[in-house]
């Protein structure tokens, strides 16, 4: 346990003493946790070891922040270096408590790291407005105190004012206000707000939400789709959004190392989980397909770097998920597929999969209805859970998706 359990005296030690705590108390502490002591220490890291206690009293008692502490003792400032996200604000405290809210995220809610970004993109552009109109970014210092809480409830009112004007569509100014809402309310958890300034900020604006047209493609529509493919590429990219429900950034990214093709559950891997999804997706159409395509690409004259939808334009080897989109419609444009008279996008691929996936569980679910009256159950749904193993139901759910999707991809002859 570190002296900090012990209630250390920071406010009592000069300057100096906090750079002698440093080396002979801090960093053996950080060392022992397994910090790399090359490299520049974080917040996070002196509040995981029990020092967080130092950065208030550089603030408040030296005024000086904890990265330009950090120069003093040997960490020097690489101006080349990315030295983490630009929030081009200056109140350290803020900055300290939007990262330790995105990490808790992160770490928690298993976030995928294009919504972590998106949140905080949101955050930062409330904050930067925040600054301009107010002159500091004082976000968790404001909410401290419960006497603050009127005034506090205005300046939070006159940059929602200010995004209000800036900010194309209603949906945009929600996704910011539920954002900026639910730091607010990490902050209360923490007990470091007293109170929400923008619990009823809502109330104020006549924002609504347009319905969203979750509008699938048939299984005509992806046959059509499929037919019209030429290549290999477009084939294996409808089979990616329509046959194993991918998003277009998945799609785009698929590399080989993610594909686990031998075996009775051949599907895709993802190392760092999915949003709101499963880690692993299973190929349950378009397996050979799929092995053809890595056998042209790895029996190709160039050396292949693993990717299914390799690009030598891009840095990262890859295809972006605007080029799948971009291929999608013109896929969808040679196969004359419109969904509402609209050019379909490749969400409607995974909606697709969706659907079909629902489908196919009724039907399963109304097969097991005899069973089911045998048992003297009402709920089919019963016997699904409670007297199949879940191999069986496994094997079941993915029998009566494969029947579905070879409906789909399967090419009919046309008629003369």
Request: charged content about 30%; hydrophobic content about 35%.
């Amino acid at each position: 346990m570190s002296e900090e359990s012990d209630t250390i005296r920071w406010s009592h030690k000069s300057f100096e003493e906090l750079q002698t705590f440093w080396n002979t108390q801090i960093e053996p502490a950080l060392q022992r946790a397994g910090h790399d002591l090359d490299e520049r220490p974080t917040y996070q890291d002196l509040l995981d070891t029990g020092y967080g206690g130092i950065q208030y009293t550089l603030r408040e008692h030296h005024e000086m922040t904890l990265r330009a502490f950090l120069e003093t003792v040997g960490y020097a400032d690489d101006p080349s270096a990315d030295d983490g996200y630009p929030w081009m604000i200056d109140d350290e405290t803020t900055i300290d408590e939007l990262e330790l809210y995105l990490e808790s995220l992160e770490r928690r809610r298993n976030l995928a790291a294009s919504t972590i970004k998106s949140k905080q993109a949101r955050l930062a552009t409330y904050a930067r407005v925040y600054r301009d109109l107010h002159g500091q970014a004082t976000l968790v210092t404001r909410v401290a105190a419960p006497d603050d809480e009127a005034d506090e409830i205005q300046r939070v009112l006159a940059v929602f004012d200010e995004l209000n004007q800036e900010l194309g569509s209603d949906e945009s100014k929600l996704r910011y206000l539920s954002d900026i809402q639910q730091f607010y309310e990490h902050l209360q958890r923490r007990a470091k707000a007293s109170f929400n300034p923008t619990a009823s900020i809502a109330a104020e604006y006549g924002w609504t939400r347009t319905k969203k047209d979750n509008q699938p493609l048939s299984s005509q529509q992806v046959r059509r789709l499929y037919g019209a493919a030429e290549t290999a590429s477009e084939q294996l990219l409808v089979l990616a959004l329509c046959a194993w429900g991918l998003r277009r950034s998945e799609v785009a990214a698929l590399h080989v190392s993610q594909l686990v093709l031998e075996g009775e559950q051949p599907h895709i891997a993802f190392d760092d989980g999915r949003k709101n999804g499963p880690g692993t997706v299973a190929l349950i159409y378009g397996v050979p397909e799929l092995s053809d395509r890595i056998d042209a690409l790895s029996s190709g004259t160039r050396e292949w770097n693993g990717y299914l939808f390799p690009s030598k334009a891009s840095s990262s080897g890859h295809i972006t998920g605007e080029t799948v989109q971009a291929r999608f419609k013109r896929l969808a444009d040679r196969a004359a597929v419109r969904v509402r008279g609209e050019q379909p996008t490749s969400k409607m691929g995974r909606r697709f999969w969706y659907t079909t996936y629902n489908q196919a569980m009724n039907a399963l679910l109304e097969n097991l209805d005899v069973i089911a009256t045998e048992q003297g159950s009402a709920d089919s749904s019963v016997v699904l859970k409670s007297y199949l193993s879940e191999a069986e139901r496994r094997e079941y759910r993915r029998e009566f998706m494969r029947e579905r999707l070879a409906d789909a991809f399967e090419q009919r002859p046309q008629p003369s």
